[in-house]
């Protein structure tokens, strides 16, 4: 256990005592603290605080006799594995993120609570999506919102999910009902809903992941112009460039680099290019993102100095990353 989680445990352990109500609001408080700040940190070092505070909840979970309360610390527990598998998965260590999603959805639908299961069901689609699974993540997203009712910010999240699946399987019918349904959905949602954190959604002129399914579409100019649109709303100030989610907004460069490649502008898929993997937290997803521009380089401009420059600062950030313990596994079919 690293020293911050420890110091962790060691406060819940102390505020808890043996009083179970005051447990589970001090997990409470965990929950909302990590869920704001798992985005913005190195996954590695997140992974390993939840991963102690999570251990804490079972062990309590394991010596309580059932109550009321005992349910609601069963739901802490399964909303502080859905964190570590967004964690994992940020890592690029699947396996494990498959894992807490399992257990997140199970306590989900013993708590009768399903927000959780429909949290952990989009964290499967975006696992699906990055490795090349396209119909599976379309598949997911459909089935979670099937769970989550409208209104909540994860039904919005499935919904746009499913759009950009949609796209890369090539369904162009499926991929415009679900941006109309996410649309739908963004409207319904209430005021003051987060737009930074695990538990957010980026509010903008069009839904989350518009910008990806256009240029799946093959409509690169289109993608451009939206891009450059969630960049100016969303990413702005500069804090959430660089400090409340970095990751995001390294993704968000990356479509744009794409797309100014797919209309033959290299200077400025380039200059996206290096901008995103500048950002301070590596992550999976960003890193699927940023081969898929290298590649995308070589084919359309071989032999220019840009294209040898971000290849040479692409293998530069993968070496890194890789010491630092990201798993850079190669996908079936990366996606744009």
């Excluded at 965990?30 to 997140?46: K, L, W």
């Excluded at 919904?159 to 679900?178: K, N």
């Excluded at 003051?192 to 903008?204: H, K």
Aim: proline share 4%.
């Amino acid at each position: 256990m690293r020293a911050t989680g420890y110091r962790v445990v060691q406060a819940l352990e102390i505020l808890g005592a043996d009083h179970l109500g005051c447990i589970v609001d001090n997990l409470g408080e965990m929950i909302d603290h990590y869920g704001a700040t798992v985005c913005a940190r190195p996954p590695s070092e997140v992974y390993d605080e939840l991963l102690a505070v999570r251990s804490y909840a079972k062990h309590v979970h394991d010596h309580v006799a059932p109550s009321p309360r005992r349910t609601d610390l069963g739901l802490a527990s399964g909303w502080l594995s859905h964190l570590l598998a967004v964690a994992a998965c940020d890592m690029g260590e699947h396996a494990a993120a498959r894992l807490w999603c399992s257990d997140a959805e199970r306590r989900g639908d013993e708590a009768r609570h399903p927000d959780l299961a429909a949290w952990s069901v989009l964290t499967r689609a975006m696992i699906a999506f990055y490795q090349g699974h396209a119909q599976q993540s379309a598949t997911l997203a459909a089935k979670g919102q099937q769970i989550a009712p409208m209104g909540t910010v994860v039904h919005a999240k499935l919904a746009s999910q499913e759009m950009r699946a949609a796209a890369m399987v090539g369904a162009g019918d499926q991929m415009t009902r679900a941006r109309r349904h996410a649309a739908a959905a963004i409207s319904a949602l209430p005021d003051g809903v987060a737009e930074t954190g695990a538990f957010s959604i980026a509010l903008a002129e069009d839904p989350p992941y518009t910008a990806t399914s256009l240029l799946l579409a093959g409509r690169p100019q289109e993608a451009v112009a939206a891009t450059e649109r969630v960049i100016g709303t969303v990413y702005r100030p500069e804090a959430r460039q660089r400090g409340e989610h970095p990751s995001g907004y390294a993704r968000s460069l990356l479509i744009l680099g794409l797309a100014h490649a797919e209309v033959r502008q290299l200077d400025q898929a380039a200059a996206a290019g290096h901008d995103a993997l500048s950002g301070s937290r590596p992550a999976w997803p960003t890193m699927v993102l940023a081969k898929r521009v290298d590649r995308v380089l070589a084919e359309n401009f071989a032999g220019a100095r840009q294209t040898e420059d971000y290849h040479a600062r692409y293998l530069e950030a993968t070496t890194l990353q890789a010491e630092g313990g990201l798993q850079l596994a190669a996908t079936d079919e990366d996606p744009a």
